[in-house]
């Protein structure tokens, strides 16, 4: 995922709590799911990271020779300065690019039918 072109800010600035009750019903729940998603893009974002990283590493075992590779920086500075997990798992929920579904809904049925079956 080019997290680049999300549109997501790339700064902290002041939501409106009522939008984003909005998606849910209840803003607890939307926390938790845009948690569940920054949590998810931040794993992504480490790994491509991590595997960019591994083309630059040199495995020596000399502890006294350091050195500084200008590709491995400039890997380093675009992630750096890329929009926050968070701030892209936002963007995302109030674009409604987040599929949510409610587990106590799944369960409610399940219980139902349960008693059906008694």
């Known amino acids: 995922m080019n997290y680049k072109k999300t549109g997501a800010e790339s700064t902290t600035i002041t939501r409106d709590i009522i939008e984003l009750t909005e998606k849910t019903g209840n803003i607890y729940t939307s926390l938790s799911i845009i948690a569940k998603r920054s949590s998810q893009i931040n794993k992504e974002m480490k790994t491509e990271l991590v595997n960019k990283l591994e083309e630059f590493a040199t495995h020596n075992d000399q502890l006294e020779e350091v050195f500084e590779n200008s590709e491995q920086i400039a890997v380093s500075r675009f992630y750096e300065k890329l929009p926050k997990p968070w701030s892209i798992a936002l963007k995302?929920?109030?674009?409604?690019?987040?599929?949510?579904?409610?587990?106590?809904?799944?369960?409610?049925?399940?219980?139902?039918?349960?008693?059906?079956?008694?």
């Open 92 to 118: 995302e929920m109030l674009d409604e690019e987040i599929y949510m579904r409610s587990i106590e809904n799944d369960s409610d049925k399940d219980d139902e039918s349960d008693l059906d079956n008694v």
